[in-house]
Nanobody, 123 residues
């Protein structure tokens, strides 16, 4: 079992930055592929970024490439999402997710979800 707790969301003006964190419980954190999803009002949940177990391989949706960076610290059982050059369209609830199989992240069906953290970007 893995429990995920996000933090770091908030209110920021367009062009600003935020860093999200996701603290994971369990001793097998390094065995999981991790990712960030987001859901804006009235829209479907979107897979934003993912990172493999060893942090050697990452995934980004096109709309955030060059602005967001996903990273992980396996020693601290923590996942991060550095978000720069934020835009109003980045406004959403951001969720941390984990699964042994990275394909399940791509398919939007990871085994474990956090409770979400709100990110609001004003124009």
């Amino acid at each position: 079992q893995v429990q995920l707790v996000e933090s770091g969301g908030g209110f920021v003006q367009a062009g600003g930055s935020l860093r999200l964190s996701c603290a994971a419980s369990g001793r097998t954190f390094s065995s999981y592929a991790m990712g960030w999803f987001r859901q804006a009002p009235g829209k479907e949940r979107e897979y934003v970024a993912g990172i493999m177990w060893s942090a050697g391989s990452t995934y980004y949706v096109d709309s955030v490439k060059g602005r967001f960076t996903i990273s992980r610290d396996n020693a601290k059982n923590t996942l991060y999402l550095q978000m720069n050059s934020l835009k109003p369209e980045d406004t959403a609830i951001y969720y941390c997710a984990a699964d042994f199989d990275p394909n399940d992240l791509l398919m939007g069906r990871p085994d474990y979800w956090g409770q979400g953290t709100q990110v609001t970007v004003s124009s």
